[in-house]
């Protein structure tokens, strides 16, 4: 049977332990990079993709490439 | 008032299942949580009063046989089910953390009530309409449940249909749409069963659960008729046990729950395969398990799945020919299924093959699926508003810290294996809402992870991430929920909605209203014969299938139809095409005609009908 953390103080204990290994001052950057990476890809995709953003942006003069 | 029949069934429903569920409560490993209980305890009454109701019902399917069912497993156990149920403790500074994805979860919840309120519409390409409500209204009117030889997709493993029928029974048309909340609430708990597993807190929990919640996919799966969030809860169960398992009841229990799933759609029976492989392999890495007693354990596990399993695949091979019905183009060398021609096979999986592709089968398309299943929804079918943020986000930072946690590539693996069947299988995301629970369990590590590795910007990006992710999730279902939420609360705009939404809705009406119409032979197939309140016969199905031997014969079935008992004929036109009967055909009257639309009666049952 796997072992289970029995408590919250274990888990606790468990994320505090196992986390930022990679010590470098680059990899929060990198963390960060990614993280802004995934909301720009959101907007522009999800949001400027959308319809409405297309019928928006068609009253000055936009037209999508098909 | 209309309202309280479909919620009293449900509720009725809902304490059955808790009961039957219960008796599996002596089989959970000691060292599970109460919430791991409470979970199990649904999902297993789920599948085993699904089973129950189908194996009793292929020889008396009626309202008296449901309702003995249902009290059957509501005496069974419910004083069991409050102890467990009394376990689940929050500490309280963790209940102030919890407030706001319990707002989240609360808010999706009530659209799913409100919402499940709203009589079901729509024509025949939706799903609910074509087979999994029709099922179970024929079985209610036929009082057993039998094969629907015009709708072969009746045929495919029925363990939540069943309870559709149930609650339908006793709470009408509305109550399937209303099971919806038992069965996100059902996958809810699972969820937070297996962040809590996973060491996450209890807040920590709660946010799975939400994100989960705020899933246009997952939401998808869960009303309108679809039953894949209850098949995704089954195999989370499943899951959760098999790689906690140490004694051979615990096997049992995985297996059983592997059977559930089988009982609901076919792909269980890839979640059992895959399953089998994930637990052989972990044990093998980590050496723990004994070769020959884990050996022992998974042939239990199997067992377990095949017999509870078996119930709907033997049917389908006594009944229809073949157990898995309709085969595919591979099974249909070795069994001949009735009812179905060559060319209807060969429809069936023309069909099932436009969601095969879903977005490229290449290497790359394999390897672009997290982008493409984040940004690109809207190109899978049934995917509309897709998985939100968060798994593509912060889930490889979750993979990352939990790497050495067997539990957690235990998921990871198993996540990997299902995505790639899947990907070979059919690309609708609706049949792997586990891997995204699983994505979102990670996705809450990760977040977590994120927080503390980056804390300048990072807590910053993380809420924003969370924002829109559940902001767009949640906006995405309330728009597709709309339609509903304004049917219930306004009778104007439902009976306007009926009216625009359901084809032929004239005819329906009159011919349930008609006391001399017993029987109406449809000759239409793609008419979406569900709103019919009446026996019908359909004699040809909309991917061809033949009801009758000679039902692509149509003067032999005018001949024919008063042996067949038919009271009426419903005729119809859709654009660009004529109607199927000439007019004035001798032995028929023309008794209502509407826009593309034509009943006739037979004028006499003894007598002849000729077309000219």
Redesign the interface.
């Given at each position: 049977?796997?072992?289970?953390?029995d408590s919250?103080a274990q888990?606790n204990e468990?994320?505090r332990q196992?986390?930022?290994s990679p010590q470098s001052l680059l990899?929060?950057?990198l963390?960060?990079l990614?993280?802004?990476s995934?909301?720009i890809?959101?907007f522009v995709?999800?949001i400027l993709g959308s319809q409405t953003a297309h019928r928006i942006l068609g009253h000055f003069g936009y037209r999508p490439l098909r | 008032m209309k309202f309280l029949p479909a919620a009293l069934a449900n509720l009725a429903a809902l304490c059955s299942a808790l009961g039957f569920g219960s008796l599996i409560r002596n089989k959970v490993p000691d060292s599970f949580s109460g919430i791991d209980r409470l979970a199990l305890i649904l999902l297993a009454g789920i599948g085993s009063l699904g089973t129950l109701l189908f194996c009793v019902g292929q020889v008396w399917f009626s309202r008296t046989s449901i309702l003995l069912i249902l009290l059957l497993g509501i005496s069974f156990g419910l004083k069991s089910l409050i102890s467990v149920a009394s376990q689940i403790r929050m500490k309280p500074p963790e209940l102030a953390q919890s407030v706001l994805p319990a707002v989240i979860i609360g808010a999706v919840l009530l659209v799913t009530i409100v919402g499940g309120f709203a009589e079901p519409t729509g024509d025949i390409r939706m799903d609910a309409i074509a087979y999994h409500l029709l099922g179970p209204k024929v079985w209610l009117q036929a009082g057993l449940i039998r094969p629907v030889t015009d709708e072969c997709m009746t045929a495919f493993p029925a363990a939540v249909e069943t309870q559709f029928a149930a609650v339908m029974a006793l709470g009408g048309q509305r109550a399937p749409q209303l099971f919806s909340v038992i069965a996100l609430c059902s996958l809810l708990f699972m969820s937070a069963s297996l962040a809590l597993r996973m060491g996450l807190s209890s807040s920590g929990a709660w946010w799975v659960s939400a994100l989960v919640a705020s899933m246009p996919v997952v939401y998808r799966g869960a009303y309108g008729g679809f039953i894949d969030v209850i098949y995704s809860g089954l195999a989370l169960a499943a899951i959760r046990i098999a790689f906690d398992a140490s004694k051979p009841r615990h096997y049992f229990l995985a297996g059983a729950f592997c059977g559930f799933a089988v009982g609901t759609k076919y792909f269980g029976i890839f979640v059992w395969a895959l399953l089998i492989i994930c637990v052989y392999v972990l044990a093998a890495r980590h050496k723990k398990r004994e070769a020959k007693g884990l050996l022992r354990n998974l042939g239990i596990t199997s067992a377990a799945a095949l017999i509870i399993g078996a119930p709907w695949y033997l049917r389908n091979w006594i009944e229809l020919g073949s157990p898995i019905y309709p085969p595919t183009p591979f099974l249909a060398h070795f069994f001949h299924a009735r009812y179905l021609s060559p060319l209807a096979i060969q429809n069936f999986n023309d069909f099932f093959a436009k969601v095969r592709d879903g977005m490229g089968r290449g290497p790359l398309a394999f390897l672009l699926l997290p982008f493409n299943l984040t940004f690109h929804p809207a190109n899978f079918m049934n995917g509309i508003g897709g998985i939100g943020l968060t798994p593509l986000a912060f889930a490889p930072f979750g993979l990352f810290q939990r790497r050495q946690d067997e539990f957690a590539q235990g998921l990871a693996l198993f996540a990997l294996l299902q995505t790639a069947a899947w990907f070979a299988i059919g690309q609708d995301p609706r049949y792997i809402i586990h891997v995204f629970i699983i994505g979102a369990i990670f996705a809450v590590y990760g977040w977590k992870y994120v927080v503390h590795v980056a804390p300048t910007r990072g807590p910053i990006l993380c809420a924003m991430i969370v924002l829109f992710s559940v902001a767009y999730g949640f906006c995405t279902i309330v728009l597709a929920r709309v339609n509903d939420l304004h049917a219930v609360i306004s009778a104007s705009y439902a009976e306007k909605r009926r009216v625009e939404e359901i084809p032929f809705v004239e005819s329906f009406d009159f011919l349930n209203r008609e006391p001399s119409a017993t029987k109406i032979l449809v000759l239409e197939p793609l008419v979406p014969v569900f709103y019919l309140d009446k026996e019908y016969l359909r004699p040809i199905g909309r991917f061809g299938e033949q009801s009758l031997p000679e039902a692509a014969n149509l003067p032999f079935l005018m001949s024919e139809l008063p042996r067949l008992h038919i009271s009426h004929v419903l005729d119809v036109k859709f654009p660009d095409k004529t109607f199927r009967l000439p007019d004035n055909s001798r032995g028929l009257t023309l008794v209502r005609q509407y826009e593309n639309q034509r009943i006739y009666r037979v004028n006499s049952l003894s007598g002849e009908v000729y077309l000219h």
């Open positions: 049977m796997m072992a289970r953390p919250m888990r468990n994320i196992e986390p930022s990899w929060p950057i963390i960060e990614w993280l802004s995934i909301l890809g959101f995709v999800r | -």
